[in-house]
């Protein structure tokens, strides 16, 4: 590896949060990283001490995890990704109850916990169900689509249609849980249908629930756009504002453990999912509709328009 010859302009964090600094720093953040504009910067403030992290685990928490991301996040937001570099000096009590000696970077980490209860971690791939939230990509969907087929909205505006996703009932999974929480000792399980289809696909079921015998696509890119099967109108176009930063291309889960273990499986495919978040969304539609027939001000969905 070549070295630059010149000693590089550096930005060293060494107390935003120890136990005798509890100002919080993260104000002037921005603007000391945008003066000194470093090439490279040194995360070495955390609250370490063991006793200390016991006593306050949310002071703690905080510390040593969000001021973390405000680094990152400063960087981001003034441009320097691409010249500046970050070390983030981390704790070898990462490796807690070790698993191998000596330790090493691939070396598992167990930390240790003060709370000694019975805690186990669900890693649940997409769960969704009618009480998702409107701006997530499966309830825009359903009910952007249940406004066009009431009159409301005209045209439903997408980003990536080609990333893959694992989505399950939320039901489905709240059991999984439980069946967690049941056993004698704690341990950790994927929580996933082990079934993956694309946004693409989801809003062709979506099409289908609503009667309109799918969706057929057209052209490339950036100008494809989805027309309904049943009368060809345009209802689906792409717009690169809903394209991520940095794209998830691909997530698919296997609940072969927790189905082994437990003997948990999924009890809702996708299409019926699909159908009950769309039956959802049309009754939803229908008393916007009237709402709006008898002259209130109705916000519809933001997701609809550009």
């Not at 990283?33 to 001490?49: K, T, W």
């Not at 441009?79 to 000596?102: F, K």
């Not at 849980?177 to 082990?194: L, S």
């Not at 969706?215 to 991520?244: K, M, N, T």
Request: glycine share 8%; proline share 6%; charged share 25%.
């Amino acid at each position: 590896m070549e070295l630059s010859s010149r000693p590089p302009d550096y930005l060293a964090v060494v107390c935003p949060c120890s136990p005798c600094c509890f100002h919080d720093f993260t104000h002037g953040l921005i603007r000391i990283i945008g003066e000194v504009r470093p090439d490279e910067i040194y995360n070495l403030g955390a609250q370490g001490h063991v006793s200390v992290g016991f006593e306050q685990p949310e002071y703690t928490a905080n510390c040593d995890g969000p001021r973390t991301l405000r680094i990152l996040e400063a960087v981001r937001l003034l441009g320097l990704t691409t010249t500046t570099r970050i070390v983030q000096a981390s704790t070898s009590d990462l490796y807690g109850l070790v698993q191998e000696t000596p330790q090493r970077e691939i070396t598992p980490f167990h930390p240790r916990s003060p709370y000694g209860k019975y805690a186990c971690n669900g890693i649940l791939f997409n769960h969704k169900s009618l009480r998702r939230g409107e701006t997530f990509v499966t309830r825009k969907f359903t009910r952007g689509m249940a406004l066009i087929a009431a009159g409301l909205e005209h045209c439903l505006y997408v980003g990536n249609l080609d990333s893959r996703r694992d989505w399950g009932y939320a039901r489905d999974y709240l059991e999984m849980q439980w069946r967690m929480q049941q056993q004698p000792a704690p341990e950790d399980f994927v929580i996933a249908t082990g079934r993956q289809e694309s946004v693409r696909r989801f809003i062709e079921l979506s099409a289908t629930a609503l009667g309109w015998g799918g969706i057929h696509w057209q052209g490339r890119g950036l100008e494809e756009v989805g027309r309904r099967c049943d009368s060809g109108a345009v209802v689906v176009r792409i717009d690169p504002c809903y394209f991520r930063p940095a794209e998830v291309e691909t997530l698919l889960g296997d609940p072969s453990h927790a189905h082994a273990r437990l003997g948990w499986a999924p009890t809702t495919t996708l299409e019926q999912l699909v159908e009950e978040m769309v039956a959802a969304d049309v009754e939803e539609a229908a008393k916007e509709a009237t709402l709006r027939r008898e002259g209130f001000q109705v916000v519809g969905s933001m997701e609809t328009r550009r």
